[in-house]
């Protein structure tokens, strides 16, 4: 179950072009799960005069449940560079924070915490999940924080040491994962937040995806032949790693994972192909 908000997301690019979508780490999380063959739930919150949840998760396969949030949660990326690297972040709407009671009474194996800005969730809400099924955390929402002048800013995460061991599966970027520990050595830092709780830890970045378990690190190279489809490769790559991960060992699910982001980049919106696309996509690059 990928648990987030969805976002109504203002993405404008280099050259001042803008695109308006319903977005947010829960949608390119449900969409890679679901179409990489995962019998998949999302839930989410929005205020639902501001969109259709039912029509933007079509065609996923995910079981769609939502409840109504006063707020929907907004984004205005500003992009200042061709690939996307170099962006500012603007709050327009933040949601209702998520309680663990307002959940679908499902039977889940693993929890998916795909937030936005800090304030989604809390720790309490992690713990809670942990004795129900396994917890996946992508960090970004424990760290982006909405200022007073609505832009955002990264900040550590001040509960880390005490909530990362109900976590089983913690994704960051290089970026976060500097935050968190002060490293700027990507496989040191995933060895750091290994020893502060976290079973397994993803780290991505623009060249390759970094997998440690407590034992060996692994790495897997990006091979998108473009990046037009570059928003949403984190909240890709960490679901088609977790969800791998349910029937596969550390390195293959990597594998699947990185292959997977590598194919959505080549394409905007959320991953639209089937498990066999990244399979084909596998024996042809990797």
Not at 25 to 47: D, E, H, Q
Not at 219 to 242: E, H, M, Q, V, W
């Amino acid at each position: 179950m990928v648990i987030g908000p969805v976002s109504l997301d203002h993405n404008i690019d280099y050259q001042g072009n803008e695109r308006k979508e319903v977005g947010g780490a829960v949608v390119a999380s449900g969409f890679a799960a679901a179409k990489s063959g995962n019998r998949t739930a999302v839930f989410t919150k929005l205020n639902p005069a501001d969109a259709d949840v039912e029509e933007r998760f079509a065609g996923s396969g995910a079981d769609v449940y939502w409840k109504p949030s006063q707020a929907t949660c907004s984004i205005r990326n500003q992009y200042f560079t061709a690939d996307k690297e170099k962006r500012a972040c603007t709050s327009m709407g933040v949601c209702d924070p998520f309680r663990f009671d307002e959940l679908p009474d499902i039977e889940t194996k693993i929890y998916h915490f795909a937030g936005l800005v800090y304030g989604d969730f809390d720790g309490a809400l992690f713990a809670e999940a942990a004795r129900h099924g396994k917890v996946a955390v992508d960090v970004q929402c424990l760290l982006r924080h909405v200022e007073a002048d609505r832009t955002m800013a990264f900040h550590d995460w001040a509960e880390k040491k005490q909530y990362l061991p109900v976590i089983d599966y913690l994704k960051t970027d290089a970026a976060e994962a500097e935050i968190l520990t002060g490293l700027t050595d990507r496989a040191e830092a995933a060895k750091l937040l290994h020893s502060w709780g976290a079973k397994e830890v993803l780290i991505t970045h623009n060249t390759e995806v970094l997998a440690y378990d407590g034992v060996t690190t692994y790495t897997c190279p990006i091979k998108a032949r473009n990046l037009s489809g570059r928003t949403g490769r984190g909240d890709t790559t960490f679901a088609g790693y977790i969800s791998e991960r349910q029937r596969a060992g550390v390195e293959e699910a990597l594998r699947y994972c990185t292959a997977l982001v590598s194919l959505k980049m080549e394409t905007p919106g959320p991953f639209q192909g089937t498990r066999q696309d990244v399979l084909d996509y596998i024996r042809e690059f990797y």
